[in-house]
């Protein structure tokens, strides 16, 4: 089983400053990477697939990067509606498996 | 416009069976993959289960690996979760999901439905 790592399991941050989110995949999952945003008491939403390729309708101030075992989403300029929970999951091999999660917090 | 609905979802006790659905509407089943996700009270998400409608190929998170059952009724565009042999630790919600199988993602979720597993 790949075990995918986020970190920081919390991130302050100020409205309009950049948030950078870190996922780790125990092993390769090429570029099979998946960012999913939930928001409290939502179900989870589709930010970015392949690693770095937004969604449909999803804000440019959403970035995905890396390749392997490293990943990076990054919020450019947070908005209120951005605080939230964000996970990531690889869907390169089974078992499907997402990482613990990384909440955005108001700083 | 894709939508998923979920329903079935209630007290249950352990050992006990519950049957979810997940009626779709926006796309064709029959030629989708979907999966189930839970979420336990204030944790993270899991993957539980994934199918390919086409051909029925079901893959099973070991959690639920000989108890629980994925199916799609392409007639009706509905989607199935049989959960027999429910222990405490399956209680969440259940999210219905298009996507989970030929590498992709989760691309559209459902509401969920609450799974209580309690005496």
């Known amino acids: 089983e790949i075990v995918m790592t986020q970190s920081p399991a919390t991130l302050s941050v100020s409205p309009g400053e950049r948030a950078t989110l870190s996922c780790r995949a125990s092993?390769?999952?090429?570029?099979?990477l998946a960012w999913y945003q939930q928001k409290s008491g939502q179900s989870p939403r589709l930010l970015i697939y392949g690693a770095s390729t937004r969604a449909t309708g999803i804000p440019a101030r959403f970035s995905g990067s890396g390749s392997g075992t490293e990943f990076t989403l990054t919020i450019s300029s947070l908005q209120s509606e951005d605080f939230a929970v964000y996970y990531c999951q690889q869907y390169n091999s089974w078992p499907l498996t997402f990482g613990g999660g990384t909440k955005v917090e108001i700083k | 416009e894709v939508q998923l609905l979920e329903s079935g979802g209630e007290l249950v006790q352990p050992g006990g069976s519950l049957r979810l659905s997940c009626a779709v509407s926006?796309?064709?089943?029959?030629?989708?993959?979907m999966g189930w996700v839970r979420q336990a009270p204030g944790k993270g998400l899991e993957w539980v289960s994934s199918i390919r409608a086409r051909d029925n190929s079901a893959f099973y998170a070991d959690s639920v690996k000989g108890r629980f059952t994925i199916s799609t009724d392409n007639s009706k565009n509905t989607l199935y979760l049989q959960m027999n042999g429910l222990r405490a630790e399956d209680t969440a919600v259940y999210y219905c999901?298009?996507?989970?199988?030929?590498?992709?993602?989760?691309?559209?979720w459902g509401r969920g439905t609450l799974v209580t597993v309690s005496s």
């Open positions: 999901a298009k996507g989970g199988h030929d590498y992709n993602p989760f691309e559209y």
């Open positions: 092993q390769s999952v090429n570029s099979r």
């Open positions: 926006g796309f064709t089943l029959s030629s989708s993959v």
